[in-house]
Protein backbone atom coordinates (compact mmCIF):
# COMPACT_ATOMS: atom_id res chain seq x y z
CA UNK A 1 0.00 0.00 0.00
CA UNK A 2 2.80 2.68 0.81
CA UNK A 3 4.24 2.06 -2.72
CA UNK A 4 0.99 2.57 -4.48
CA UNK A 5 0.97 5.75 -2.47
CA UNK A 6 4.60 6.89 -3.63
CA UNK A 7 3.12 5.47 -7.08
CA UNK A 8 0.59 8.20 -6.87
CA UNK A 9 3.17 10.47 -5.83
CA UNK A 10 4.60 10.48 -8.40
CA UNK A 11 2.02 10.15 -11.24
CA UNK A 12 1.04 13.93 -9.68
CA UNK A 13 4.24 15.18 -9.82
CA UNK A 14 5.00 13.87 -13.65
CA UNK A 15 1.96 15.71 -14.59
CA UNK A 16 2.09 18.63 -12.54
CA UNK A 17 5.32 19.44 -14.11
CA UNK A 18 4.57 18.08 -17.60
CA UNK A 19 0.63 20.33 -17.48
CA UNK A 20 1.95 23.76 -17.82
CA UNK A 21 1.64 25.06 -21.29
CA UNK A 22 5.67 25.65 -22.62
CA UNK A 23 7.50 25.31 -25.72
CA UNK A 24 7.18 21.85 -25.30
CA UNK A 25 3.23 22.01 -25.30
CA UNK A 26 3.32 24.53 -28.08
CA UNK A 27 5.42 22.24 -30.07
CA UNK A 28 3.11 19.43 -29.12
CA UNK A 29 -0.20 20.73 -30.02
CA UNK A 30 1.50 22.24 -33.30
CA UNK A 31 2.96 19.16 -34.41
CA UNK A 32 0.19 16.75 -33.79
CA UNK A 33 -2.03 19.06 -35.75
CA UNK A 34 0.40 18.83 -38.95
CA UNK A 35 1.51 15.30 -38.51
CA UNK A 36 -0.62 13.02 -36.16
CA UNK A 37 -0.71 12.15 -32.51
CA UNK A 38 2.39 10.10 -32.81
CA UNK A 39 4.18 12.82 -34.21
CA UNK A 40 3.27 15.66 -30.99
CA UNK A 41 3.50 12.66 -28.56
CA UNK A 42 7.32 11.89 -29.77
CA UNK A 43 7.85 15.09 -28.65
CA UNK A 44 6.44 15.50 -25.35
CA UNK A 45 7.74 12.03 -25.03
CA UNK A 46 11.44 13.41 -25.20
CA UNK A 47 10.57 15.72 -22.44
CA UNK A 48 8.68 13.30 -20.22
CA UNK A 49 12.37 11.58 -20.42
CA UNK A 50 13.76 14.49 -19.51
CA UNK A 51 11.80 15.23 -16.58
CA UNK A 52 12.55 11.54 -15.44
CA UNK A 53 16.43 12.39 -15.16
CA UNK A 54 15.50 15.52 -13.23
CA UNK A 55 13.02 13.58 -11.00
CA UNK A 56 15.97 10.86 -10.22
CA UNK A 57 18.27 13.60 -9.70
CA UNK A 58 16.08 15.25 -6.85
CA UNK A 59 14.70 11.54 -5.67
CA UNK A 60 17.86 10.20 -5.33
CA UNK A 61 19.25 12.93 -3.71
CA UNK A 62 21.90 13.55 -6.25
CA UNK A 63 23.47 16.66 -4.57
CA UNK A 64 27.33 16.74 -6.73
CA UNK A 65 24.58 16.96 -10.12
CA UNK A 66 21.78 19.21 -8.78
CA UNK A 67 25.32 21.91 -7.87
CA UNK A 68 26.32 20.90 -11.39
CA UNK A 69 22.93 22.28 -13.13
CA UNK A 70 22.79 25.68 -10.68
CA UNK A 71 26.12 26.25 -11.17
CA UNK A 72 25.61 26.03 -14.78
CA UNK A 73 22.44 27.70 -14.84
CA UNK A 74 23.64 31.13 -17.22
CA UNK A 75 25.12 28.22 -19.93
CA UNK A 76 22.00 26.22 -19.88
CA UNK A 77 19.88 29.29 -20.38
CA UNK A 78 21.87 30.55 -22.76
CA UNK A 79 22.23 26.84 -24.62
CA UNK A 80 18.51 26.88 -24.37
CA UNK A 81 17.51 30.30 -25.43
CA UNK A 82 19.63 30.10 -28.79
CA UNK A 83 18.16 26.74 -29.29
CA UNK A 84 14.54 28.07 -29.29
CA UNK A 85 15.25 31.20 -31.03
CA UNK A 86 16.49 28.19 -33.97
CA UNK A 87 13.53 26.36 -33.45
CA UNK A 88 11.22 29.49 -33.53
CA UNK A 89 12.75 31.16 -36.39
CA UNK A 90 12.17 27.34 -38.38
CA UNK A 91 8.26 27.44 -36.95
CA UNK A 92 7.99 30.90 -38.45
CA UNK A 93 8.99 30.10 -41.81
CA UNK A 94 7.20 26.74 -42.44
CA UNK A 95 3.97 25.83 -44.46
CA UNK A 96 1.96 22.99 -43.56
CA UNK A 97 1.94 22.02 -47.55
CA UNK A 98 6.05 22.15 -47.31
CA UNK A 99 5.44 20.15 -43.95
CA UNK A 100 3.42 17.59 -45.03
CA UNK A 101 5.67 16.46 -48.59
CA UNK A 102 8.63 16.58 -45.90
CA UNK A 103 6.48 14.22 -43.63
CA UNK A 104 6.20 11.78 -46.38
CA UNK A 105 9.82 11.75 -47.80
CA UNK A 106 11.09 10.78 -44.24
CA UNK A 107 8.20 8.28 -44.07
CA UNK A 108 7.49 9.39 -40.46
CA UNK A 109 10.84 7.43 -38.10
CA UNK A 110 13.42 10.17 -38.73
CA UNK A 111 10.90 13.04 -37.99
CA UNK A 112 9.70 11.28 -34.38
CA UNK A 113 13.59 10.78 -33.13
CA UNK A 114 14.00 14.40 -34.57
CA UNK A 115 11.00 15.70 -32.37
CA UNK A 116 12.19 13.08 -29.41
CA UNK A 117 15.77 15.05 -29.05
CA UNK A 118 13.61 17.94 -29.54
CA UNK A 119 11.84 17.78 -26.31
CA UNK A 120 14.50 16.33 -24.51
CA UNK A 121 17.06 18.46 -25.80
CA UNK A 122 14.59 21.87 -24.54
CA UNK A 123 13.92 20.55 -21.91
CA UNK A 124 17.31 19.01 -20.68
CA UNK A 125 18.58 22.98 -20.95
CA UNK A 126 15.92 24.41 -19.19
CA UNK A 127 17.22 24.88 -15.51
CA UNK A 128 13.81 25.87 -13.95
CA UNK A 129 12.56 22.21 -14.58
CA UNK A 130 15.31 21.22 -12.10
CA UNK A 131 14.03 24.06 -9.84
CA UNK A 132 10.42 23.25 -10.25
CA UNK A 133 11.10 19.69 -8.95
CA UNK A 134 13.07 20.88 -6.02
CA UNK A 135 9.85 23.15 -5.37
CA UNK A 136 7.53 20.42 -6.04
CA UNK A 137 9.22 17.93 -3.78
CA UNK A 138 9.17 20.60 -0.82
CA UNK A 139 5.42 20.99 -1.39
CA UNK A 140 4.94 17.18 -1.34
CA UNK A 141 7.24 16.75 1.92
CA UNK A 142 10.00 14.54 -0.37
CA UNK A 143 13.40 15.00 -0.10
CA UNK A 144 16.90 13.25 -0.99
CA UNK A 145 16.18 11.10 2.58
CA UNK A 146 13.97 8.69 0.27
CA UNK A 147 14.96 4.72 0.30
CA UNK A 148 16.14 3.22 -2.66
CA UNK A 149 12.51 1.27 -3.53
CA UNK A 150 10.68 4.25 -2.70
CA UNK A 151 12.95 7.00 -4.41
CA UNK A 152 12.70 4.43 -7.33
CA UNK A 153 8.85 4.18 -7.81
CA UNK A 154 8.27 7.54 -7.67
CA UNK A 155 10.61 8.13 -10.55
CA UNK A 156 8.85 5.26 -12.64
CA UNK A 157 5.48 7.13 -11.32
CA UNK A 158 6.95 10.71 -12.98
CA UNK A 159 8.12 8.98 -16.14
CA UNK A 160 4.18 7.76 -16.19
CA UNK A 161 2.40 10.93 -15.12
CA UNK A 162 4.20 12.82 -17.56
CA UNK A 163 3.97 10.19 -20.46
CA UNK A 164 0.27 9.51 -19.98
CA UNK A 165 0.06 13.43 -19.88
CA UNK A 166 1.43 14.17 -23.43
CA UNK A 167 -0.34 11.32 -24.81
CA UNK A 168 -3.38 12.61 -23.71
CA UNK A 169 -2.62 16.03 -24.68
CA UNK A 170 -1.68 14.65 -28.06
CA UNK A 171 -4.48 12.37 -28.66
CA UNK A 172 -7.02 15.59 -27.92
CA UNK A 173 -5.75 17.81 -30.38
CA UNK A 174 -5.52 15.12 -32.80
CA UNK A 175 -9.51 14.70 -32.34
CA UNK A 176 -9.95 18.19 -33.16
CA UNK A 177 -7.36 18.38 -36.15
CA UNK A 178 -9.99 17.70 -39.23
CA UNK A 179 -11.81 21.26 -38.12
CA UNK A 180 -9.09 23.29 -38.80
CA UNK A 181 -7.80 24.69 -41.76
CA UNK A 182 -4.49 25.18 -43.49
CA UNK A 183 -4.81 28.95 -43.46
CA UNK A 184 -5.14 28.32 -39.49
CA UNK A 185 -1.91 25.87 -39.07
CA UNK A 186 0.22 28.35 -41.07
CA UNK A 187 -1.26 31.30 -38.23
CA UNK A 188 -0.42 28.32 -35.91
CA UNK A 189 3.16 27.84 -37.07
CA UNK A 190 3.61 32.35 -36.70
CA UNK A 191 1.79 32.41 -33.14
CA UNK A 192 3.97 29.27 -31.94
CA UNK A 193 7.23 30.54 -33.61
CA UNK A 194 6.69 34.08 -31.81
CA UNK A 195 5.75 32.24 -28.53
CA UNK A 196 9.07 30.08 -28.61
CA UNK A 197 10.99 33.07 -29.47
CA UNK A 198 10.15 34.82 -26.61
CA UNK A 199 10.61 31.95 -24.63
CA UNK A 200 13.97 31.95 -26.07
CA UNK A 201 14.64 35.40 -25.54
CA UNK A 202 13.41 35.53 -21.78
CA UNK A 203 16.09 32.84 -21.06
CA UNK A 204 18.90 34.92 -22.97
CA UNK A 205 17.89 37.79 -20.93
CA UNK A 206 18.22 35.94 -17.94
CA UNK A 207 21.39 34.40 -19.25
CA UNK A 208 22.87 38.18 -19.73
CA UNK A 209 21.27 39.46 -16.39
CA UNK A 210 23.31 36.47 -14.81
CA UNK A 211 26.30 37.09 -16.28
CA UNK A 212 25.93 41.21 -15.51
CA UNK A 213 25.62 40.01 -12.33
CA UNK A 214 28.55 38.47 -11.56
CA UNK A 215 30.90 40.68 -13.62
CA UNK A 216 29.64 43.44 -11.04
CA UNK A 217 30.03 41.23 -7.98
Avoid: Y
Avoid at 72 to 79: A, C, D, S
Avoid at 121 to 140: D, E, K, Q, R, W
Avoid at 179 to 187: G, K, N, T, V, Y
Amino acid sequence: MHELVVLLQGLVLGIAIAAPVGPIGLLCIRRTLQHGPMMGFSTGFGAAVADTIFGAIAAFGVSAAMSFLRGNEIGFQLVGGIFLIVVAVRTFRQKPKDQEAEARRNAGAPSMLGGFLTGLSLTLTNPATIMAFIAVFAGFGLGGDLGRMDATTLVFGIFLGASTWWMGLSLGVAAVRHRISDERLALLNHCTGLALAGFGVWALGMAFTGIAESAIG
